[in-house]
């Protein structure tokens, strides 16, 4: 079976090579960057994928969480099904999701810190305030 490259997630290697770049060389421009890369593909309808996870008893699906070294506790989204599978099978699920709902959906949810993208590889966690970065200035019109 062929896998098909969703449309929503095609774009996203802009995404990840920017990510790329920040981790060589991590500079406050280089940041700049992804988070302006990241709101040009939520303008176009770029979607994520997000991990879920399965139904505990009470039907609610809950979004696929990851801890990080601090213990805070992220989001986990993925820019492409290739950095989704370097978990090795830890995600059980996931479904597409658009950038700008994940992004609206996680500055507004007050019990995790943030989105992490590709938790495995290409990452970059997206805490509230570059979270509300992205939303900002969509709104400022700088």
């Given at each position: 079976?062929?896998?098909l490259k969703d449309?929503?997630?095609q774009g996203n290697e802009?995404?990840?090579?920017a990510i790329l770049r920040l981790?060589?060389?991590p500079t406050p421009e280089l940041l700049a960057h992804?988070?302006?890369v990241i709101r040009r593909r939520m303008k176009e309808g770029g979607?994520?994928?997000?991990?879920?996870?399965?139904p505990s008893g009470d039907d609610q699906i809950r979004i696929g969480t990851v801890k990080s070294a601090d213990?805070?506790?992220w989001w986990a989204a993925f820019t492409s099904f290739d950095e989704e599978l370097k978990g090795a099978g830890s995600v059980k699920s996931t479904f597409l999701v658009s950038l700008e709902q994940l992004i609206h959906m996680a500055s507004e949810t007050k019990?995790?810190?943030?989105?992490?993208?590709?938790?495995?590889n290409r990452t970059i966690m997206l805490d509230h305030t570059l979270l509300s970065i992205i939303i900002g200035e969509e709104n400022a019109g700088h």
């Amino acid at each position: 079976m062929e896998t098909l490259k969703d449309e929503g997630l095609q774009g996203n290697e802009t995404i990840e090579e920017a990510i790329l770049r920040l981790q060589k060389e991590p500079t406050p421009e280089l940041l700049a960057h992804v988070l302006t890369v990241i709101r040009r593909r939520m303008k176009e309808g770029g979607q994520a994928i997000l991990s879920v996870e399965p139904p505990s008893g009470d039907d609610q699906i809950r979004i696929g969480t990851v801890k990080s070294a601090d213990g805070k506790v992220w989001w986990a989204a993925f820019t492409s099904f290739d950095e989704e599978l370097k978990g090795a099978g830890s995600v059980k699920s996931t479904f597409l999701v658009s950038l700008e709902q994940l992004i609206h959906m996680a500055s507004e949810t007050k019990e995790i810190s943030g989105v992490i993208f590709n938790p495995w590889n290409r990452t970059i966690m997206l805490d509230h305030t570059l979270l509300s970065i992205i939303i900002g200035e969509e709104n400022a019109g700088h």
